[in-house]
């Protein structure tokens, strides 16, 4: 019985996210059938399929980049929420914990103060997503005691000093013109995602998440403390360095597309943690599913809803509090 | 006989600065000696046990693990030769039993790598000897006091070390559960373990130690065997409290501290 369960487990983890993957080709205004999309998802590598090239636009052009987007958005936030969760041994963590939101926010920001393109407001949301973590870690170096507690409060402070300049690159915004673009991005959309910016994003993601699946087991020990990590033969310090750059890497490219999502990287490990157990060796992998999953679920949802687009940030907290609030009062018997 | 643990002149202080913690200490432990070394709170015990794993780095002087000096050491190297037991454990996610326990194969499993069969077969042999495989699959935050502690001895068991080191490792455990562990502690000094601990109990030394430390400021007031280290007068320069011995058989005895009447007056309470 017990085996069988986790056999179903594992197969819903691996299944339900390649099945939303088809899914969501069918949403949208233009209406594809199953059939269509599966030719057309096979027409590069096989010629004998013919399909109209209006549909092959759409789902090449309009809706693969944008369900793969939202799936790698949506794995990168809760791996790295999970991950730094079991780095701070603290379960109220998310992957924004380090300042990478609001210094992706701020760049993002002086991006359109500078009325630059869509291909700059990407990378100056991702270079000060890497800036304002380098510096939260520098910061908490400079500090010889106190560890992880420094390293968290370091962060708290980043991130409300980079709010602070979001607020002011807000309060000079052009009202008509920049301001509501900043609010929007802020919020987090997916809908200008293109080919071409997601494979900027495909490095750092890929990067990010090979790393975090071969340490993951290890991420336990550290989860129980420096001490007893270093009792164990772990160097805490190195370890959480390594852990750190590869979640902060994941975390600034996810938002450098998609603006700020919240909930995510805190929902989805503890969601996660209710089905597989907090062993991180199951647990990171079981949040690249869950997190790809509810991501491109919400994102459905937000370009299909109603006539017009509605933020991603918006949906997550509005359908992903209920869920969690709702998990919270069945599941956490076991945590003192 | 083999010496697993040499330390040499030691001295402590935190940031290096000038208030020494403790200075010049030095004793050996071989196999199968049980250290348990006594000392009034805050009298820096935890910190010399930590010195002795790398923890926390010594001042001066040379701490010999098997031979090798501790500072040339990495890591994991250490950790095959010492298992530690911190006291006051603080946990956040409820693994399971099994997952802790594992975690003591850590030293031996390269950083990319997780636990194989061969891990989990030893790890469940420590289980086993400790009588507790039954909690296998249970998670280790909701066992008790006693139970948790016998998971973390399962733990560095499966670390496969030489020496253990136990700070408090019968705080907390109820009369039995004391007596039950420092027995289980002499068994495993008799396979061969080398066991340094730290205690509250002076009476504990009779029950498997076979070397007595007292700290007291910043040294070693006495060393040696229980029956001629736990003496009242010892135990008055430990403790600054008058103690009464009492022998129960001819290799243990209790100590009974006798009251010491401190008047106070709570004027807060005074109404």
């Not at chain 1, 603006?259 to 062993?279: A, E, F, K, T």
């Not at chain 2, 400790?130 to 998670?139: E, H």
Request: charged content about 15%; glycine content about 8%; some cysteine.
């Amino acid at each position: 019985m017990k085996i069988w369960n986790k056999y179903v487990t594992i197969s819903v983890l691996i299944l339900l996210p390649i099945f939303l993957f088809f899914l969501s080709f069918l949403l949208g205004r233009f209406p594809i059938s199953p059939l269509e999309v599966i030719l057309t998802l096979l027409s590069p590598i096989n010629s004998n399929f013919t399909v109209s090239p209006a549909i092959s636009s759409i789902v090449f052009n309009i809706r693969l980049p944008r369900i793969i987007a939202a799936m790698l958005v949506g794995a990168s936030l809760a791996i790295a929420g999970a991950a730094f969760q079991g780095i701070f041994k603290n379960p109220l963590v998310s992957s924004d914990i380090l300042g990478v939101s609001a210094g992706s926010g701020f760049g993002a920001c002086l991006a359109i103060l500078l009325a630059a393109g869509n291909w700059m407001i990407q990378i100056f949301a991702f270079l000060f997503g890497l800036i304002s973590v380098l510096i939260t870690y520098l910061i908490s170096k400079t500090y010889k005691t106190g560890g992880i507690l420094v390293l968290v409060l370091s962060g708290v402070a980043i991130s409300a000093f980079f709010n602070a300049l979001i607020s002011g690159a807000k309060f000079i915004a052009d009202p008509y013109d920049k301001l509501p673009q900043i609010t929007y991005w802020l919020m987090g959309s997916l809908s200008s995602i293109n080919l071409d910016k997601l494979l900027v994003i495909i490095i750092p993601i890929f990067s990010g998440i090979f790393v975090l699946l071969l340490l993951r087991w290890r991420l336990n020990v550290l989860a129980m403390g420096d001490e007893e990590a270093q009792s164990l033969g772990v160097n805490p310090q190195k370890f959480r360095a390594i852990l750190i750059i590869a979640c902060t890497l994941l975390t600034a490219a996810a938002v450098s597309v998609s603006g700020i999502i919240g909930w995510v990287g805190l929902l989805i490990p503890h969601i996660c943690r209710m089905i597989v157990g907090p062993d991180h060796k199951k647990l990171l992998p079981a949040c690249l599913s869950i997190g790809a999953s509810f991501l491109l679920l919400i994102d459905n949802v937000s370009r299909t809803a109603i006539a017009i687009e509605v933020p991603i940030g918006i949906l997550t907290a509005i359908i992903g509090v209920p869920v969690f609030l709702y998990l919270l009062r069945r599941g956490y018997s076991q945590w003192s | 006989m083999e010496k697993i643990i040499e330390v040499k002149e030691i001295s402590f202080s935190y940031n290096n600065g000038d208030n020494n913690i403790f200075e010049n200490i030095s004793f050996s432990i071989n196999k199968g000696d049980v250290l348990c070394i006594l000392g009034p709170n805050g009298t820096g015990k935890t910190t010399l046990l930590k010195c002795l794993n790398g923890l926390q780095d010594i001042k001066s002087g040379e701490i010999l693990l098997n031979g090798k000096n501790l500072k040339s050491m990495p890591f994991p190297e250490i950790s095959k030769l010492v298992g530690y037991i911190a006291q006051g454990h603080v946990s956040t996610f409820p693994f399971s039993v099994i997952d802790v326990v594992l975690m003591g194969r850590s030293p031996y499993i390269s950083l990319t790598d997780s636990p194989m069969e061969k891990d989990f077969k030893i790890a469940e042999r420590s289980l086993k000897d400790l009588g507790i495989l039954d909690m296998r699959d249970r998670p280790y935050t909701t066992l008790s006091g006693g139970e948790k502690q016998l998971v973390f001895l399962a733990r560095v068991l499966t670390q496969e070390p030489k020496l253990l080191i136990l700070d408090e490792p019968t705080s907390h455990l109820d009369f039995g559960n004391q007596i039950r562990l420092l027995e289980l502690i002499e068994n495993l000094s008799k396979k061969g373990l080398a066991i340094i601990m730290s205690s509250h109990f002076p009476d504990h030394t009779f029950l498997g130690s076979n070397k007595v430390a007292i700290l007291k400021n910043k040294n070693f007031i006495a060393l040696g065997d229980p029956l001629n280290v736990i003496t009242k007068d010892n135990l008055k320069k430990a403790y600054d409290i008058d103690i009464e011995l009492i022998e129960v058989s001819k290799s243990r005895k209790v100590c009974v501290p006798l009251r010491c009447d401190i008047s106070v007056e709570f004027d807060n309470l005074a109404k």
